[in-house]
């Protein structure tokens, strides 16, 4: 029996031969492992195909619709289970408003099996291309991302919140081998500024390799995001995550800086900014093993170029920087500290302006205080500020120099009309070792030339902490005196056409004190005219302040002497009687306007300090002149002064002594001009006791005055005039004295105020046997009242003295001696002087002219001494040279008052010491101690001018005079006659004969009169 049988039998079908079963036998076969290894990898392809994108695709649409509240869509979503890779294509995801909040074109992701040997997630690529995000904000702490975190987590609100603190994790190990974002976009816009800001990103390219959290794994990382116009933001460099460490390279470039506008502006009053800001720098950061985080930032440069601020109230772009260059910064911390070397400013420009109110334009960038919605907001900050700061160290600032070149300020008053324009091109600052810390001392140097002309320089250190102090040497050289030019037309209307600045200065601030300001002062080549620029009011040539200090804690200015060279000065009385000094005050409305518009308002100020203390050495001048005209006569007039020098004694506004006026110029050829007595400068009207003495002017340079009084011109003659006023409290009492030689009236000219007297007559019986005219013009009134008038007060004086000689001729005969004019034998010396003045020279030219007709005449001469005027002038003239040689310098004392400077003063002390050793120089001081003039109640002070000339008065009463001495000075008079008279060579000796002195009597307490009689031959 075969096989086939036998398996027939036992109910088994026989076994087909090996060689002869089908493939689909071996795979379909169930019970075959090749069955079920193809139903695997078919259903792990269909599943990783098409199952596994369908339910991601599902998944991720419904998570967002129904978790989120948002429509999104999605393109298509590819996954290959074999390489596992993750493709998504077209995802898009829609706001609740419709406005799409993020997309992308494609995102590929490459999961790598290594994870496995790696023990950490591992991918291979994650690539995402052509992403875009939408970025929103509403208010300060509502935004679209906001809001979706909101709806993501509000599902969340149920659930049971654990009590326990969530323990602190590690970070998942993770490694990805490539990170490319290529070509994203982006669209910002924020909503909180008043001006809503939108901004455009892109495209953004990021590049990392190597990004994982292993141990001390770093990958390489490079990011480019382009932001608006041609900016850029680059960054190259490693990352690792466990610990956290990074080292690389920033660089940020040409970033426009338009849109911080929109923060700006509700902060300060600013309308646009625009610059383009730049930056690069290497960094390192890392997290040590204690968890402190460390970070330094080294060779940082920041590049703001083409800086713009337009803004303030009137707008205007009121600053400019081509460029700001900080330069190589180093940044550590937790050390807290920043170092760089050098801050450059380059060329900017400034604008700058008072307002109406007298604010300061720039003021208004102050931070302002917060309104009444952002106070709560704003106290929370301050809060958490104040905490911050008590809990941290300060951050300590270092450059080692900081500078500008180039600048530009430009400054106006609006305050006043028209408004002054000051310029200041050239700006140069240099500020070297620039620190925040304590007791460092920065030197600084500044200069400036002014557009106008001149410059400017600023040398010296100041000191931030721990109190702000300054020591700075200033010099100005020439700066144009017509920068002030509308300040002084406030209150006078004057041209300033030259005249320029010149200082040296000292500006020191002590630690918590006031500045003190000391140094010199020079103006030269001042001319000062009216307006039109036609007529001058005053100029000099030079005038020099050799030493003032200004020290604001003890409230006082201490000023030497004013040293004027060729000062000059006009006044002019017009025809309406006002004068051109009158003229130039401003009306009073316009001192109300300026009023109002806060200048010299001193109300305005919210306390009022105790009034500055001054004293000033004295005023010089040397070579001056002065013009004088009257067109309120028929007949103009007009004189010249000139050759005028003298001294202006010193004084104080906390001392009661009046400042001592000595002056002497020449008229004309022969004339003399003499000013003297004393004024309080500070207030004239309350003290003034002055003298103006015009001696030998010639008459006929007078004739608008005799048309003026007499309806007359003056053919001839010579005139010495004096005028003496004493003003006390506004009252003036006053005199004029004049005196006319060889005094002849000419033609009738026609005046409506002229006498109805026979002027004539009156003139005739006036001269003396002479024939000299005297006259005397008492001069009194209220100058405060308003109706009282000089020149009316004079003319009636006049009236009322040839109403006298008319109505008592007989009174007014004399005897003639046979000469022309008496006075002419009349020779005067000044006390103590035995100099002859140019009119005593021309009479002793007349003498010699008429003595050389008459041969037969001989002049006799006897020189004359008077002991009161001559004694205290010779003791000043002895006590003079003994300071000279005391000091050993050459001081030019040239009369009392000149010797009570300060430097002075010692020598007088000591001269004291030796000559009155019984009376001490401290009791002497303790009687010149008054309470000051601001505070009757207060403490005694020192009243040094008044101390200082009861010291020179006491020794000068110590000074002998003998009499011997008077005599030698009698003689010495009638020899300088005797040789004026030799001079010219044509006068023959022999008529000149010398007697015995005599002792006179001063007829005016200041001259002495030789009188000179004729023999003969």
Known sequence: MDQTDTSARNGRQPKPATGSRSPRDAWLNPRGMRFWALTVILLYTLVGFFLVPHLLKNGVISFIENDLGRNTHIEKVEFNPYVLSLRVLGFELIDTDQV??????QLFVNFQLSSLVNWAWTFDEINLRGSYFYFERFTVDNTRLSRLVEDATAGQTGKQEIAEE??????????????????????????????????HVGPIDIGIEQLNTLPDRFGQQNVTIKLPGNAALHWEGNLGLAPLQSEGKVSLEYAPLDNIIAYLEALLPLETVQALLSSHFNYKIHLDDDGIFNAEITELAIDIDNLALRGLTPTA????????????????????SAQFNRLHIEAPTISSWLNKDGSLNLAALAPAGPNESESASSAELMLVGEQIEESSKPWQLGVDLISIANGRVGFSDNRIDPAPQIYIDNIALTLGDFSTLEATQLPVNVSGKFRAGGELSVDGTLKLKPGFSLNLKTKTREIPLSIAQSYAQQNIDILIEEGVLNSDLNITIPGGQKPIIAGSVEIPHLKITNTDGKDPLIAWQELELKRFELDLNANRLDISVLDFEQLYARFAVHKDLSTNISDLLVDTNSGATAKANGIGDKTSAPMQSAPLEIVIGGIRVKDASLDFSDMSLPLPFAAHVDKLDGTIGGFATNSSESAKIKLEGQVNEFGLARIGGNMNLLDPLMHTDVALEFVNLDTARMSPYSGQFAGRKISGGKLTLSLNYAIENGIMDGKNDIVLSDFQLGDKIDSPNATSLPLDLAIALLKDPDGVIGAKLPVTGDVNDPQFALGSVIW?????????AVTAPFRFLGNMLGIDSEELGQLQFLAGRTDLTPPELEKIAHLENAMTQRPELGVEISGTFDPDIDIPALQFITLQNTVIERLGENLNMANN??????????????????RLPERSVKSLKAT?????????NGKPVLDELTYTADLRDRLLATEPVS????????????????T???ESGNFDETRLTIIDPKQVKSEDGEWITVELAVNTH
């Open 100 to 105: 799409r909040l993020a997309a992308f074109d």
């Open 166 to 199: 969530p323990q602190q994790r590690s970070l998942p190990r993770l490694l990805i081998n490539q990170l490319i974002l290529s070509g994203g976009r982006g669209d910002i816009r924020d909503n909180v500024p008043k001006n809503p800001v939108e901004m």
């Open 317 to 336: 772009d009121f600053l400019s920087i081509p460029n700001i260059a900080l330069k190589g910064g180093t940044i550590r911390y937790p050390q807290q």
């Open 796 to 804: 009636d004086a006049f009236v009322g003295l040839i109403t006298d």
């Open 897 to 914: 008052d000149t010797m009570l400077g300060n430097d002075v003063r010692k020598t007088l002390e000591n001269l004291f010491r030796e």
């Open 928 to 936: 010149h101690k008054v309470p000051p003039i601001d505070d009757p």
């Open 963 to 978: 009499k011997q001495m008077l005599t030698e000075l009698a003689k010495t008079r009638a020899e300088a006659i005797r």
């Open 980 to 982: 004026a008279f030799l």
